[in-house]
């Protein structure tokens, strides 16, 4: 006994000193997983966009969910009622991944062609099959291509619904390239929406580098109030303004004319006179939405109705397409043009 007692006593403290370094090792471990899950959440977010994926759940839609949990976005996912309804559990898992899921009709057809009646039954009918899927009814309504009318948007309402049409079109639909899908994409500003679509390896494709140029903007991703559409965030709150006053300085002469007319938008032509540098205040006539900009940087007010045009060095005219979305008379109105 006398023998194994000291052998027994090194044993014991070898085994203490092994215990030791382990408990070390687990408290190191606990410190560099904290050091490495911070970065998102130290996130700077100056504004807040929607980045919305219509058309699921879809086949590619768990791979679409893998990017988006991987890049830290939350998003919206426009469903379709009979996708839905064949495939449970991808909107199950589209809710599960933090996703909003929103109202894109029951099997994407032209709504704008069908009665008050069948519009009710066609919006019911999605809404009822993503609470049953998921358990929470949908408060977004997205018209497929965009298409709507006043009839249409009064159903939608009567629904609980706000409608929701989109700021900038990716063009994933239309074939577009990794780089033109992130191009597209960099013109987001704050508080709008970006339409992209579920089942497209080109926009999973893109999702980083989408992500990597908003947070060199600091911008995040947002939910879409149900209350103005405009993206605010995640957890409901009024984001900071997103549109600054112009600056201080004498007054100059903005001028619009209506340059081109299709049957779902219409081009605007602003002219500057009397300052090389300015912000001209434009008025939109709610629910039409500009969709595309050009030769000058936009702000919106929280409504998503009031833009200011800040000039960017392109001269002093500047455009931008804006989206009818049912009412096809009303055109901009010019509030204001500073110079400074």
Same mark, same amino acid.
């Given at each position: ?48 966009? /929607? ?147 579920? /089942? ?112 960017? /060095? ?27």
């Amino acid at each position: 006994m006398s023998r194994l007692f000291p052998r027994t006593a090194l044993w014991s403290r070898r085994l203490r000193a092994a215990l030791a370094v382990l408990a070390t090792a687990v408290a190191m471990c606990g410190v560099v997983l904290a050091a490495t899950s911070t970065p998102s959440s130290a996130a700077t977010c100056n504004g807040y966009v /929607g980045l919305t994926f219509d058309d699921g759940p879809t086949g590619s839609t768990s791979a679409l969910l893998n990017v988006l949990r991987t890049n830290g976005v939350r998003a919206t996912m426009f469903n379709v009622g009979q996708n839905v309804q064949n495939n449970r559990s991808a909107a199950q898992a589209q809710v599960a991944a933090g996703m909003w899921v929103a109202n894109h009709s029951w099997n994407h057809s032209h709504m704008t062609s069908m009665s008050q009646a069948q519009m009710q039954s066609d919006l019911s009918q999605t809404s009822s099959a993503i609470q049953s899927a998921t358990g929470s009814r949908p408060v977004l309504f997205r018209p497929p291509y965009g298409e709507t009318n006043s009839t249409l948007q009064s159903v939608a309402s009567s629904l609980g619904m706000r409608q929701v049409i989109w700021d900038v079109d990716s063009q994933d639909w239309n074939g577009a390239s990794v780089s033109q899908i992130v191009a597209n994409a960099s013109r987001l500003q704050a508080g709008q929406v970006i339409l992209m679509h579920d /089942g497209i390896q080109n926009t999973r494709d893109a999702i980083p580098q989408i992500m990597a140029n908003l947070t060199s903007r600091n911008l995040c991703p947002g939910m879409i109030s149900p209350s103005t559409g405009r993206a605010i965030a995640p957890d409901g709150t009024t984001p900071p303004p997103t549109t600054t006053p112009p600056p201080a300085g004498g007054t100059c002469t903005a001028t619009a004319t209506t340059t081109n007319v299709w049957g779902d938008r219409y081009n605007t032509s602003v002219t500057v006179s009397g300052a090389s540098t300015w912000a001209v205040v434009v008025a939109i006539t709610s629910p039409q939405r500009v969709s595309t900009i050009w030769n000058g940087t936009a702000t919106w007010d929280s409504s998503g109705t009031v833009m200011t045009m800040r000039s960017n /060095g392109s001269g002093n005219t500047f455009g931008f397409t804006t989206m009818t979305n049912g009412n096809s008379s009303a055109r901009p109105q010019i509030r204001s043009c500073t110079s400074g």
